[in-house]
């Protein structure tokens, strides 16, 4: 019972979370940063709810690994291969931009490296779940991915608002905007956000861009193990034992089931589709609510502020880099 109380609890805050993101204001927000700032508030009130923590770290870990796998259904990798190879290659520079810039500035602002380089990793892939995939895999803290997760998707809506307003004054067409759009936001929903003024095709170049950095999460991934693993070596500490990351295999077969299966070969209805995203952003938001009760208000003004300093300095530069380049 403590088991299931901890997971239909961290799903009461993720409805919570819900509702509060239809409030005028947050609904910019959104609902995954709106059910984070509800558990760490929880959390520094009531404190941690000891009797069910088996079931929230089962969110916190199983159900965020099945969120990472139904995201793959989002990605079509028909489209990124196709259309976007152009877009790869910049894509590949902005992942690349954003983490070692972030990482160091991290060091100019003396700041924590490892939400640092969760912060770089979201700014340039594809946030919070980019953040949810690398985590693991450098060993992270739970109170830090969350930390992470909480800033990406704050600022993300910030700069996401602010393209929103620049978009008419700017003198981009509306093809130039989308690829600005999605080549420098932070998730795919900001994306969105931030494409919809240029209209369908604006939008459409937005995804595309976006999708391309969410494609190329899956080599970054085998890149950071590996550099973990070399690490270690170089190092009198024993070998780090790394887990096999099995659920980016999970997230490859679903992009490619997504592609070229489910409404080729087998027909698959919107209706359905919808279900499995909205199914997935449920999952992702119970899954932060866990990672969220684990953050201390203490601990966040002390370690948050110096990443988020290097993480926005990186984010200005990234959108003024791309504007100039598109």
Request: net charge positive.
């Amino acid at each position: 019972m403590a088991w299931l109380g901890g997971v239909a609890f961290t799903f009461l805050i993720a409805a919570l979370g819900a509702l509060l993101a239809m409030v005028p204001g947050f609904d910019r927000v959104g609902q995954l940063a709106c059910a984070i700032i509800i558990a760490i508030f929880y959390r520094q009130i009531f404190g941690y709810p000891e009797a069910i923590r088996s079931g929230i770290a089962f969110s916190a870990k199983r159900l965020l690994r099945a969120a990472i796998i139904l995201y793959g259904l989002k990605l079509n990798i028909d489209i990124v291969l196709s259309d976007g190879l152009g877009l790869l290659v910049r894509d590949a520079g902005v992942i690349i931009f954003a983490i070692a810039a972030t990482v160091w500035l991290a060091k100019v602002f003396k700041a924590d490296k490892q939400i640092s380089l969760l912060l770089g990793v979201g700014t340039g892939v594809c946030g919070a779940a980019a953040i949810a995939a690398v985590a693991p895999i450098i060993k992270a803290k739970e109170e830090d991915t969350a930390i992470g997760v909480g800033i990406i998707a704050l600022m993300g809506t910030i700069f996401a608002i602010i393209y929103t307003i620049l978009r008419p004054v700017l003198p981009l067409d509306a093809i130039q905007y989308g690829v600005w759009s999605g080549t420098s936001l932070h998730e795919v929903a900001h994306v969105a956000l931030a494409g919809a003024p240029a209209g369908e095709d604006g939008l459409a170049m937005a995804l595309l861009a976006k999708l391309g950095r969410v494609f190329l999460l899956v080599p970054l991934c085998f890149i950071l193990i590996y550099i973990m693993k070399r690490k270690s070596k170089n190092t009198e500490e024993p070998e780090a034992k790394i887990e096999f990351p099995w659920f980016l295999v999970g997230f490859i077969v679903l992009s490619i089931l997504g592609s070229y299966v489910f409404g080729h070969s087998i027909p698959v209805s919107d209706g359905l589709m919808e279900g499995v995203f909205t199914l997935t952003t449920w999952l992702l938001t119970a899954a932060m609510v866990g990672l969220g009760l684990n953050v201390s208000l203490k601990d966040l003004r002390t370690k948050a502020v110096r990443p988020l300093a290097a993480m926005t300095v990186t984010s200005v530069a990234l959108s003024i880099i791309v504007y100039f380049i598109v």
